[in-house]
């Protein structure tokens, strides 16, 4: 960060952060800590302490407006102000009115991390019209697969969230980006990700991000997947836009790894900070490639990402 991009942390809003999936992400988190509809094995927040599917309103939420207007005017440039945090967003009933009223403080697109299980809800649908990009998540369409993976609280059914998305699709322009997160022995069953992959076919995303496990679970014994795995629920759903977005953290998760390319980056990033458009330019390597190397070298802290006048750069540590 600059002296002019010093990261936030009021009550609910959180950031600006550098975001793999948003960019330049400033957070907004309307939820108390851990309050849920589901308890997901791999929640990286810990476990769920109140899981429920009754929406209500948590707190004034003309605090989260004041608490942006101190702070958007000393932010140059977002990418996204994201709701997300660690509970579901779309529980808390003045949603509609905050996307509302963060669109009259910000031209900044308007982003929601949800777990998509009230996409059922029509005042939920509509709710959301307000956002640019909804980013759902949907891990199994099976019942026991989804009773497995993601611990709902009762009274959810995955057939009627898999409808409401579908719902939803048909009735909002903007982006969905719909995550999987794929657990080795969990929900990664030859039956289990066939039914996903209609489900999604149904859905019809802009994007399906396949992800899995990077921090510590909330269960312990859950295993991440590792490429292999989640390359081959790509080719099975060949039909969708899907990217692997899961993170790698060792040379051995790279294929074809290159120390030449690896020590090049280093050298390079050393001598002054870059973006990723920058090192493409440079070695002329796929981003999804560079995103690898740089994941290595950023979990043995050798290099890490900045937020400098609007852009992402890695700088060495
Ligand atoms: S939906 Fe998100 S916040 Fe809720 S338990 Fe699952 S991972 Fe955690």
Redesign the pocket.
Known sequence: MTRNEKPHQTRHVFGPVPSRRLGISLGVDIIPF?T?????L????G??TLRTIERQSFFPPRRVLDELQAILPGIPHLDFITFS????PTLNSDLGWLIGGIRGLSTAPIAV?T?G?LLSRADVRRELLGADVVLP?LDAALAAGFARI??PAPGLDVGCIVAGMEAFRREYAGKIWLEV?ILKGVNDGEADIAALGAALCRIRPDKVQLNTLDRPP?YPGVESADFALLESVRRNWSGLPVEIIKRAGRREEIPAFSSNLENSLLNTIRRRPLTIDDLRTLTGKSEEDLRRYLEVLETEKKVKPVIEGGRIFYTSV
Do not use: P, V
Request: hydrophobic share 15%.
């Open positions: 851990k849920c509809s589901l308890d997901c791999y929640c990286e927040c476990r769920t945090g660690s509970g579901e991390l777990n299980t998540s993601n611990q997160f909330a």
